[in-house]
Structure formats: structure tokens, C-alpha cells
């Protein structure tokens, strides 16, 4: 099933999909999808962001794929929804967005092996983890300034669970900006799968229920600007619109 929160009529709602474009309320009212505001899917409780871990970014980048996982955390102001803007700096030379997989854990994980990962999923969702290029003072675990922005993350629009998603590993992402597609790739391309990234972050701290783990983005970013609707994809789990809008003077 896929789920979502949303505010309607000043008021918070938990949602499920109805058909496309449409969802249901709790109480059973259906809704078209651009008659509500879209909150984040989840509270994120602690965020795990992953530095290149697809091997074609690596490339991309001029960089040697990580021999581990290189994880950072990321601030929970980061996370808009569904149709939310995101802000540019307006002295920002390069900003890109980033398709990622975002893995939700469902029950406290420690110590756990990577063949038993999966039973501590809760769900997926999709996240577009912006980042500013000129910003960026260490590639491997970015800054603050870089990845714990107001609104630079947006994050939905479904939490879709664990079971209605077969094969994490084999989907395909895609990214398109203004309608047009810039951004392709697999999961099957990262460096270190989802069970991987489960076992390395509970081998020396307990995961939790709402901990997120983002799970990084193939090549094919570009710049982007105020004005620009960018849309990251991800088959089986969902489709993230944002716009990007300038600071605030």
C-alpha cells in the first residue's frame, strides 16, 4: 500500500492512493492529488545520506568508488513534500538535484546481518536531496551548508511498503527537469546495496523506527534554477514534483 499525509482544509490527514491522481482520506473522502498540500510521507527521525554510491557518479565525479560506505546525517528542516518549492541561494553558482531511494526502517535494528536486513524495512519513498556544488568544501561528507538547507530535501510522495516492493534493487530512476529527461539510472548500480547500508550503519549505532537512509544518486545532474520543475522518479515507488524558487532577499 501506498501512504502519505497531507494537510486539507487546515487540517493534517494520513492518506492512502485512491487511482491516479487521487487519494483517500481516512475517513474514506477521495481527493485529487492537486487539491491538497503534501507533507513528507514520515517524520524523519535520524537521516543517513550516502556520498557517492552509485559507481557511474563516482565517474562522473573523477572519483574511485568508496571501498565503504561514506554516510553523513542530515537535519530533519531539510524535508519538504510532494509540489513543494525549493529555495536557491541566490549566489549559487551550481545546484543540483539527486533521485534517490530512500529506505524507511520499521523496528530497532543493531548488529543486524545483511540476510536479515530487509525485515527491519518499514517501506521506500523518493527523495531529491538537493545539493550546491559551490558550496561543497569535502565531497566525501558534505557540509552543512550543502545538505541541511531549509527545503532541500524534498522527500514522498508515498511511504509504499516494504512488501509491494519486490526487488529495491532493480528499479529505475529517473530524473527530468522542465519536462525534459536529464537523469537516468538502476538501483542495481549502487556500491553498497540496501542490505549492505543496513548492516554497516547497525554495526556500531541501533537503528530505529523513522530512521531514513538515502541511498545516494547515479550521473546526470545539472544545474538548475529558479522556475525549474524538476521531477525524480522511481519506479514501483513514486513520482517527487518540485519547483525551485529563489531565496528570499
Known sequence: MKHASIVYEGVTHAATEAGPGQIRLADGRILAEDAVAWLPPIEPRTTFTLAINYADHARELAFKAPDEPLGFLKAANTFVGH???????ADAAFMHYECELAVVIGK???RVKRDQAYDYVA???????YAVRDYLENWYRPNLRVKSRDTCTPLGPWLVDRDDVPDP???ALRTTVNGIETQRGNTRDMVFDVPALIEYFSSFMTLSPGD?????????IVNVMPGDEVVTEIEGVGRLVNTLAPFPS
Open 212 to 220: 531514513l537512509i538515502l541511498t545516494g544518486t547515479p550521473d546526470g
Open 108 to 110: 530497532p535494528a543493531s
Open 83 to 89: 509540489r513543494a518549492q525549493t529555495l536557491r541561494p
Open 123 to 129: 517501506g521506500y519513498t523518493v527523495a531529491n536531496d
Open 169 to 171: 534493487m532493480n528499479l
